[in-house]
């Protein structure tokens, strides 16, 4: 089956039973999950009932589909991603943007658990993403080109709204969250990575890193979608941490979070819908 092929039959599926329609998709990551029960539901639909869908594996990750209204904004939301590490090509792990993309949703919300690298970080802190480094993992976009979805070159200038990010500070600076800013990267895991690999990336720009988000934006960005993304930092990246990471640690980070990162989610997406 080819990706044309695989996202063609998971369309087909999910709109035989899922009459909603979202116009932002929202994509928690680990310990962020909990967003998902706070909206309007209306319909739910699990990842292991879709067809030739990729499963989410990871502890903490519900893995299902839910559609409603966030004080009024009809979205979707992604309970838990699918990863590479799960043993997923790139092509798999992104086929639920795509779907999302076909769905109706016009803005893709990211969010992830990540480690922190710029200097004066702390765990339990929010990044706004600025712009990120993929070149560590393979592109979504290799193989045959989607022409449905965009062109065989996409341009990558502008991966994160500039527009969409300056709502987010606006909500941030009223509502006194701390919100830093900065570019992730984004490695295959999942092994964490290295003192000696955290000192390479901080050379080369990157104020954190995570294993998902990056090429779930270059497929977004492919097919049109407008994008932001707020990483929560459920750590400091190895070499920086006084000790050694753990799973757990980024769930437990996420957990304490929930609340300032419900708060700065719900407004945003209510003030993103304003404007798209």
């Given at each position: ?182 570019v992730y990267v984004q490695t295959a895991g999942p092994a964490y990575e290295s003192p000696a690999e955290i000192r390479m990336f901080r050379l080369l720009g990157a104020d954190a890193v995570g294993m998902s988000t990056a090429i779930e934006a270059i ?58």
């Amino acid at each position: 089956m080819t990706v044309q092929e695989q996202l063609t039959a998971c369309f087909d599926f999910v709109k035989a039973r899922i009459s909603f329609k979202p116009e932002i998709a929202l994509i928690l990551g680990s310990g962020l999950g909990g967003f998902a029960d706070k909206i309007d539901v209306k319909e739910t639909l699990a990842y292991s009932d879709i067809p030739n869908f990729p499963v989410s594996t990871v502890a903490g990750h519900a893995g299902r589909f839910v559609f409603g209204y966030c004080d009024g904004v009809p979205v979707a939301v992604m309970q838990g991603r699918v990863h590479m590490y799960e043993g997923y090509t790139p092509q798999e792990a992104v086929l639920p943007v795509r779907l999302l993309h076909l769905l109706g949703a016009k803005v893709l919300f990211l969010t992830n658990a990540a480690g922190g690298i710029q200097a004066g970080m702390h765990a339990g802190e929010f990044m706004l993403i600025t712009d990120q480094i993929s070149s560590f993992v393979p592109s979504p976009l290799r193989g045959q080109n989607l022409e449905k979805l965009g062109v065989r070159f996409p341009d990558m200038s502008e991966i994160y709204s500039k527009r969409l990010n300056q709502i987010i500070r606006k909500i941030a600076v009223n509502a006194e969250i701390p919100l830093k800013e900065g570019v992730y990267v984004q490695t295959a895991g999942p092994a964490y990575e290295s003192p000696a690999e955290i000192r390479m990336f901080r050379l080369l720009g990157a104020d954190a890193v995570g294993m998902s988000t990056a090429i779930e934006a270059i497929a977004a960005r492919h097919c049109g979608m407008e994008i932001c993304g707020v990483s929560c930092i459920s750590n400091l990246a190895a070499g920086i941490s006084p000790h050694p990471l753990t799973h757990e640690e980024v769930k437990e980070a996420g957990d304490k979070a929930a609340p300032q990162f419900e708060q700065l989610v719900r407004q945003a997406i209510t003030e993103i819908h304003k404007v798209i």
